[in-house]
């Protein structure tokens, strides 16, 4: 499937998951810049995928893909968000053909000339035959990857699957190791490669007899799980930047209220693109987990240093790389200009200093804990018994104020006097909301 469709899936799910059965077809459509009969044909598409994938579903998911959204509260990427990254990752035909060779792998070792055989005598008839050549690339991807083994050195060289990390635990520590993959899946960024090791547990318990869902010790529901989308150009972005080497792609940007434009191949077709062609040096990726969004910096050859975040970027393609000395001078200038910076802002250093009150009750102050666990480089200074000063040096107060929003009547914005004015002008006007009852 082509580039684009993945971009476009990525977007249509995005919209899913946030809005729910809030869109009509119409406005789901008009949300993502496309016709209503492509939004039709991307959502048969996606239950064509769902069905490929799970075998077992259920009884309305054939009517309603966003029942998916409320299948199981906790599970956070499992199973609409998550299923996009197995569908795409490869193409059909390998699908098809690494599934057939992992089968045959599973219970006894084999060569790449008796796996050519396995794939030409079960491949569907509709699917071309794989030669030797084809399946031994596809032995040496599953090689790197760690999927199997090679259990000789002369040839021919025989492989087997690598099961022996999980062949060899027993029962408790598969469940620990299960205990603890969700874990870290659900609170560490990126997360997809855990899902999916997660997912694969899962499986193996369940062939033990066991359920994983009714003995997990652990819940999680993270609010901002549509991050995993983002993740779709994570490698890519990362690859770029291990080998310095720009990026083209078209950006939508998310306050144009528009997901998807389509890319335009046929000329009788083709209209003006809602989207902005960018080409830019990848230097930084940055995870934002108050708002859970991804952001790319990088830097423009026209305007310098530029920021995007991760769910506008389409049409992905890898440009020219560029020297090694370039590259240095650029990221040495960004972490000067990051140095200071709440999450990614530029925009030049302020001194802002807050008051802090304690809870007035006894037990765990939770507002000292939560500013020292989240106040990165700001300073605690002791106050009293009942407050404390928070001072901190950052770039601008956009990124900050929010946070300092957060706790309340618990915080008092001392300095600068512009931020303090702007935190009274919002507790006015909220207390003018209240007035009249």
Not at 142 to 162: K, M, T
Request: aromatic share 10%.
């Amino acid at each position: 499937m082509a580039r684009e469709s993945f971009d476009k899936e990525i977007q249509f799910l995005r919209t899913l998951a946030l809005a729910g059965g809030a869109y009509s077809r119409q406005q789901f459509a008009e949300r993502l810049g496309i016709s209503v009969h492509t939004y039709d044909k991307t959502l048969r598409n996606l239950k064509g995928m769902v069905a490929a994938l799970q075998q077992e579903l259920p009884a309305e998911q054939g009517s309603e893909l966003s029942e998916w959204l409320r299948y199981d509260y906790y599970e956070t990427a499992d199973p609409l968000l998550l299923f996009l990254f197995r569908a795409k990752s490869l193409k059909e035909t390998e699908s098809i053909r690494l599934t057939i060779l992992l089968t045959a792998l599973q219970t006894e070792e084999l060569t790449a000339k008796a796996l050519q055989d396995i794939c030409s005598e079960q491949m569907p008839p509709d699917s071309p035959l794989p030669d030797e050549k084809t399946v031994r690339g596809d032995l040496k991807y599953l090689e790197e990857v760690g999927v199997i083994l090679r259990v000789n050195e002369g040839r021919p060289y025989r492989y087997r699957a690598a099961n022996d990390l999980i062949d060899q635990l027993p029962d408790d520590e598969l469940l620990d190791l299960y205990d603890y993959v969700d874990v870290i899946a659900n609170t560490q960024t990126p997360s997809v490669q855990g899902y999916l090791l997660r997912d694969t547990l899962k499986k193996v318990l369940r062939k033990r007899g066991y359920r994983p869902e009714t003995t997990e010790t652990h819940r999680y529901k993270y609010n901002y799980h549509s991050r995993i989308l983002d993740e779709a150009h994570l490698y890519t972005i990362f690859g770029a930047i291990q080998q310095r080497r720009k990026i083209q792609f078209l950006y939508l940007s998310p306050k144009k209220g528009q997901n998807y434009t389509s890319k335009n191949t046929n000329p009788l077709f083709e209209r003006e693109s809602a989207g902005v062609s960018k080409t830019v040096l990848p230097l930084r990726v940055v995870y934002d987990h108050q708002y859970g969004r991804w952001y790319l910096i990088g830097h423009d050859s026209r305007i310098g240093i530029m920021k995007f975040r991760m769910e506008g970027l389409t049409q992905i393609e890898e440009g020219p790389v560029v020297g090694e000395e370039e590259y240095d001078l650029k990221l040495s200038k960004l972490k000067d200009q990051l140095q200071n910076s709440w999450v990614i802002d530029t925009t030049p250093a302020v001194k802002v200093v807050a008051r802090f009150y304690n809870p007035n009750r006894a037990g765990v102050n939770f507002i000292r804990e939560r500013v020292e666990a989240q106040g990165q480089w700001g300073v605690i200074t002791e106050e009293s018994d009942t407050s404390f000063l928070y001072e901190i040096t950052v770039n601008g107060i956009t990124e900050i104020k929010p946070w300092l929003r957060s706790f309340g009547s618990s915080c008092e914005v001392l300095a600068p006097r512009h931020l303090r004015q702007q935190f009274i002008a919002e507790w006015k006007e909220l207390h003018a909301y209240y007035e009249s009852l």
